[in-house]
């Protein structure tokens, strides 16, 4: 009585933890849960561990797993696999375990008990916890459009995309990560990867080439994530290939990978590079400085045997020298860097066997701009005279420089201001990159490009970058070689290749500010740039009749060469997206034409001869979709500048569609009835068209697919349709044609507004299917409800109990909507001389248990009938008299939600007293029986009186008795004159 006592006023000492639930799993992954226990009075002595499960199909009934004390503990469903150790119980410690499943079923879902056995002679605590687990489908996919085998040179660039999505209903995030395997190794080399948080890192060993842009991972779009590894080394060869996770948040806050699947291998061999031939680099210490500081240019060179040969190297800014080092080590400055060179501003020496060195120092913002170092290799001959050979260019290196003690930015707010350089030059066809640099950085930020030609008068979109790196091009600049990078957290840039002299104008970096998907602050910077034109030998003008054309349409497009007769090659290309340009076919000075794999049967080439210049035609018969794109015509020479690239667009537009449907606008049904919708088409613009069909349904404001099928008729349900449903949906094609949709046994949950959208294909002339726009109608459905849906018993009873009876408290159904309705049942009390009813305890719909009331131990739940319920009260004290009743909300499927609450019902009141003393039932008839028992008593007491009485009187003369009994007996037997 001590024990039970000190437990129910609140001092337990022993309890029991367990990882906390509900845990989402991935079928065939596998499932770990903590348990430990405290409060045992020697707390290094080994504790037994037992492990049972509850399922959702009978949750009243516990299944044995594991004990770490009984091998023949667990049931036989779990015996074999506990045996086989794909089910463990591990002590990590003498009072904790870790229970592990290797490969979860799906059958394994349910609430996991974790029970300690007790150790000692008193019962003081908990000494079990529970874990829900649910076991989900793996929807993670992964794909690589990459081919098997790729190969490149030393120092080209490799381009790889993956696909990585998740139908998964749970909130999750994915993380996606590159990786390089090694011939001869057997753990692959992490080369980039983004985390779940949208951030980015370099493996070890790619740390150098990532900081200097020569590594990147882009995410485009929602689904699609790109490596690009500019400058390939030898090292780079094996086998690369994208590998993503699925991350889901337990209810502990932390993160736990669910899943994960790779892409297939792309085996990338690397070629070595000519030894021979000449590479220059060129890098800045630092990029980013202000006005006044001191820049480092270093220039690296490498070639074979490069000790035993000379050089000359140079650096130039906007095509202007500012010094020179010869090949015996002299330094001469450019003209217009003379004066800094005396006054010591502008140092440069070779600093080693391959590497020079430039200081500037101090900086002015006028040496803000993009720098090139050239090396000559320059031979000896006998007389000592250098001989110079061809000159090699390094990669452009942008150097920023903002001016010190620039006034704060006018449109600064809340700390977010920018920095770009006010005014930049660049030469035609060279690349543009502008700077933005972000102060005050808060939250998460995004960035918009804008431009504004000499001419215009409004802003156009160039290319944006949302604050979770999904990068989008603007219009005109879709088919440009642009991007927009982030290479530090307060660094955005623009890069835009190959520019004319119509991209001059103003630029425009616009920044905002993020918090919790919310923009809190916005700013904007401008630059403006002067695209320099640079004049070439040789005149190039592309020109095209009409740039629209329908598909199946004949095209010709005309490249006209002008100036001088000298020997040109002529390439003819077409870009499809933004980052691939493929060549069709290339027309050799000597007239040798060479085309590229499988495009010859699309394409004819024409040259005409003129006076002035040269035509040359580019035929297209029977325009398709692999047609489409930007068409650039260049020519080359061996003369100095002699190059020369225009590019025209083609669009292509497709059939106008003459699809058009018909249906029902409104359909009713009864519930368990069978419901067919369909819809016909009436017009169609092809013969040989095919139908794609999706299946839509609209409830609230939600709208989710039910079932499609493709142009060949493939079927496939929508994520969100469950098992159970997809064996009551079904779909045909018939003649006409016509599309129907068959639901059997019609729910309330079916209604709605049903959608048939419809796509046409077509074939165009090369035999690709190609897609109209799509036609839709809709038809609202209702499914008639029952009559009577749910009602609960409302009888209203009193109990009187002491504080050694329990009370039950009943929740009967007598009625529901529908066969599959699952039920969730709360129960509520309102304590005496109060007003407020406040819950005790919820029974969940997936047997999820929860006490609301602190009770704990002393409240039992049971269900032993699908439509019965019951809450029991064991050992109340005076505190828990007050009324009591139950809740009870009715659930059923919904094709597009999962499940649907229907209706919520109230069961009646009981009304329970506990008082200290026995009491016996019914209480108003307690005082009844005493006074009987009381009345009892005092009858046998009179009878005992009596008789003693007697006995005295007959001992004083049993003559005188009899005479008297013989007269009595005489008198009664004469009659009366009454009688």
């Known amino acids: 009585m001590c024990v039970l006592s000190a437990f129910h006023s609140g001092e337990a000492i022993v309890h029991t933890e367990a990882q906390a639930g509900p845990l989402y799993r991935v079928v065939g992954s596998p499932l770990s849960i903590s348990c430990n226990v405290s409060g045992f009075s020697n707390p290094d002595a080994e504790q037994e561990f037992e492990v049972r499960v509850k399922k959702p199909a009978n949750p009243t009934f516990e299944i044995n797993i594991i004990s770490t004390g009984n091998n023949d503990f667990g049931y036989a469903i779990y015996l074999d696999r506990v045996r086989s150790k794909e089910i463990t119980l591990t002590h990590v410690s003498p009072t904790a375990v870790v229970f592990e499943i290797q490969r979860l079923q799906k059958n394994d879902e349910g609430e996991f008990e974790c029970s300690v056995k007790n150790s000692e002679n008193v019962y003081l605590g908990t000494y079990s916890a529970h874990t829900v687990v649910k076991v989900i489908d793996n929807s993670l996919s992964v794909s690589s459009p990459a081919s098997t085998s790729l190969s490149y040179n030393e120092g080209e660039a490799l381009m790889l995309t993956c696909q990585a999505s998740s139908n998964t209903v749970q909130h999750t995030h994915l993380s996606i990560a590159w990786y390089l395997r090694k ?101 800045a210490q630092p990029p980013t400085l202000q006005e006044g500081q001191e820049l480092s240019l270093s220039c690296n060179i490498d070639t074979e045997k490069l000790r035993e040969r000379f050089f000359s190297v140079a650096w130039r800014k906007g095509g202007v020298e500012l010094a020179r080092i010869g090949p015996t080590g002299i330094l001469s400055v450019g003209p217009e860097y003379s004066v800094r060179g005396q006054e010591g501003e502008l140092r440069a020496a070779r600093v080693g066997s391959k590497d020079y060195r430039l200081i500037l120092q101090p900086v002015r913002t006028d ?59 660049v030469n035609e066809r060279d690349k543009l990159v502008l700077t933005c640099k972000v102060l005050g950085v808060k939250g998460q930020l995004s960035v918009t490009w804008q431009h504004k030609a000499t001419s215009a008068a409004i802003f156009t979109n160039v290319i944006s970058l949302s604050q979770e790196g999904v990068m989008e091009t603007g219009g005109e600049f879709s088919r440009r070689r642009v991007k927009a990078t982030r ?18 104008g103003v630029y425009q970096c616009a920044v905002s500010e993020w918090k919790t998907n919310s923009k809190t602050n916005s700013q904007s910077q401008t630059a403006t740039v002067t695209v320099e034109p640079v004049e070439s030998y040789v005149k190039v003008n592309l020109v095209s009749r009409d740039n629209i054309v329908t598909v199946g349409d004949d095209v010709a497009l005309m490249c006209r060469v002008r100036g001088p007769h000298v020997p040109i090659t002529l390439t003819w290309s077409l870009q499809r997206d933004a980052t691939n340009l493929d060549n069709i076919l290339t027309l050799n000075y000597d007239g040798a034409v060479s085309w590229s794999a499988g495009v010859e049967q699309s394409y004819q080439l024409k040259v005409e001869n003129k006076p002035n210049e040269v035509r040359y035609h580019l035929l297209i018969h029977g325009a ?17 500048l002699c190059f020369s690239a225009y590019r025209t667009q083609l669009s292509l537009f497709l059939l106008v569609s003459k699809l058009d449907l018909t249906s029902a606008p409104a359909l009713t049904s009864n519930i368990n009835t069978d419901l067919e919708i369909k819809c016909s088409v009436i017009s169609t613009t092809s013969a040989s ?41 079904s779909m045909k094609h018939t003649k ?121 131990d002393r409240l039992r739940f049971s269900h032993p009938l699908p439509n019965q319920f019951s809450l029991t009260v064991s050992k ?76 005295c009187q007959s001992n004083r003369g049993k003559k005188a008795e009899n005479s008297l009994w013989t007269e009595q007996v005489t008198l009664n037997s004469k009659p009366s004159a009454e009688d």
């Open 183 to 283: 011939d001869g190794e057997d753990d692959p080399r992490p080369i980039i990867s983004l985390d779940r948080d949208f951030t980015l890192s370099p493996g070890p060993g790619f740390e150098g080439r990532y900081q200097a842009g020569l590594v990147r991972l882009d995410k485009i779009g929602e689904a699609t994530y790109r490596l690009k590894m500019d400058q390939l080394e030898v090292s780079d060869q094996g086998q690369i290939y994208c590998q993503a996770r699925e991350w889901i948040q337990d209810p502990d806050r932390s993160w736990y990978a669910i899943t994960q699947a790779d892409a297939a291998e792309t085996t990338v061999n690397v070629r070595a590079r000519d030894t021979s031939s000449l590479v220059v680099r060129i890098s």
């Open 487 to 504: 290479p530090t957290t307060d660094t955005f840039t623009l890069e835009l290749d190959e520019v004319t002299p119509s991209d001059s």
């Open 624 to 640: 398709s979709q692999r047609e489409a794109g930007s068409y650039q015509c260049s020519a080359s020479c061996n003369l100095l």
């Open 689 to 729: 068209s095919r139908y794609a069909v999706t299946w839509l349904l609209q409830q609230q404001a939600e709208k989710q697919i039910i079932v499609s099928s493709d142009r060949d008729a493939l079927l496939a349900f929508g994520p969100q349709v469950e098992l159970s449903h997809r064996q009551r949906i």
């Open 876 to 951: 109340p004290g005076r505190e828990d008299s007050g009324l009591y009743f139950c809740e009870v909300e009715e659930w059923i499927p919904s094709l597009s939600h999962g499940w649907r609450r229907v209706a919520v019902e109230k069961s009646g009141n009981l009304t329970v007293y506990v008082n200290a003393e026995a009491v016996s039932e019914p209480a108003c008839n307690s005082g009844i029986w005493i006074g009987i028992l009381v009345a009892f008593a005092l009858c046998a007491v009179a009878v005992v009186v009596g008789l003693l009485l007697k006995i």
């Open 367 to 425: 040496d803000h701009g993009v720098y090139i170092c050239t090396a000559w290799p320059q031979d000896r001959g006998q007389d000592g005279v250098f001989t110079q050979g061809a000159a090699q260019d390094s990669s452009s290196q942008l150097v920023s420089i903002s001016a010190t003690g620039q006034s704060e930015n006018p449109n600064c707010v809340s700390g977010l201001s920018l920095e770009m350089q006010n005014i930049v030059k």
């Open 736 to 856: 006409g044609p016509s599309f129907e949709l068959s639901i059997r046994q019609a729910q309330i949950s079916d209604g709605g507004s049903y959608t048939c959208e419809v796509v046409e294909w077509l074939q165009d002339p090369r035999g690709d299917w190609y897609e109209l726009s799509p036609v839709s109608r809709t038809t609202n459905v209702t499914v008639l409800e029952p009559e009577n849906n749910l009602s609960i018993e409302k009888n209203e009873l009193e109990l009187n109990r002491s504080t050694t009876q329990d009370f039950t408290i009943p929740c009967h159904i007598t009625n529901q909507s529908s066969s599959d309705s699952e039920f969730q049942v709360i129960w509520f009390r309102q304590k005496v001389a109060e007003t407020k009813h406040l819950p005790i305890f919820t029974a969940y719909r997936d047997a999820t248990l929860q006490d609301r009331s602190g009770m704990g």
